[in-house]
Antibody
Framework: QVQLQESGPGLVKPSQTLSLTCTVS??????????WSWIRQSAGKGLEWIGR???????NYNPSLKSRVTISVDTSKNQFSLKLNSVTAADTAVYYC??????WGQGTLVTVSS | DVIMTQSPVSLPVTLGQPASISCRSS???????????LNWFQQRPGQSPRRLIY???KWDSGVPDRFSGSGSGTDFTLKISRVEAEDVGVYYC?????????FGQGTKLEIK
């Protein structure tokens, strides 16, 4: 069974870039017709889909975050990453990576504060 | 974005009694392929969301059959036939028909 694990700094300063990595085990990112996603959960906005990509090449970002988000993949490491620029306190949330919408990581809390 | 509205927000239930959660979408969730991509998730305290039901009424692996999903178009329901203590948590509906995918605000199930 596929497993996902998020990693990255738990504290980011305002105006800086939030960077997270999702490591996938139990299956290859490149196999199967799945999409891989980043999702976040905050007290203020609930659950919010950040973006998704297919390893075939297509990527979709939530229009509300599109100008600040980049999702990339490293198939050699079986990892994919999230970068969110110009963060503010509103970006404080638990960030999840997922395969499709079935398999989720445990989540990682990122706090934006000086 | 498609707005997902759940009711009730809070659901106190006696052990062994049934429970029902409603979810309405701001537009029909029928996709061009004829499928309806409406899912239900359970989030227990301190855990990540776990998908219970996909495409309205299909069970995910390991989900007890006391959970069931129904509905069509814009109106959907998650039912628990007999609530058990392990069912405590927050339940979310989620649509995966339109991008960006969106969730309801959640229904908190607690034991009376």
């Amino acid at each position: 069974q596929v497993q996902l694990q998020e990693s990255g700094p738990g504290l980011v300063k305002p105006s800086q870039t939030l960077s997270l990595t999702c490591t996938v085990s139990g299956g290859s990112i490149s196999s199967g017709n799945y999409y891989w996603s980043w999702i976040r959960q905050s007290a203020g906005k609930g659950l919010e889909w950040i973006g998704r990509f297919y390893t075939s090449g297509s990527t979709n970002y939530n229009p509300s975050l599109k100008s600040r988000v980049t999702i990339s993949v490293d198939t050699s490491k079986n990892q994919f990453s999230l970068k969110l620029n110009s963060v503010t306190a509103a970006d404080t949330a638990v960030y999840y990576c997922a395969r499709g919408n079935e398999y989720w990581g445990q989540g990682t809390l990122v706090t934006v504060s000086s | 974005d498609v707005i997902m509205t759940q009711s009730p927000v809070s659901l106190p239930v006696t052990l062994g009694q049934p429970a029902s959660i409603s979810c309405r979408s701001s537009q029909s969730l029928v996709y061009s392929d004829g499928n309806t991509y409406l899912n239900w998730f359970q989030q227990r305290p301190g855990q990540s969301p776990r998908r219970l039901i996909y495409r309205v009424s299909k069970w995910d692996s390991g989900v007890p059959d006391r959970f069931s999903g129904s509905g069509s178009g814009t109106d959907f329901t998650l039912k628990i036939s007999r609530v058990e203590a392990e069912d405590v948590g927050v339940y979310y509906c989620m649509q995966a028909t339109y991008w960006p995918y969106t969730f309801g605000q959640g229904t908190k199930l607690e034991i009376k």
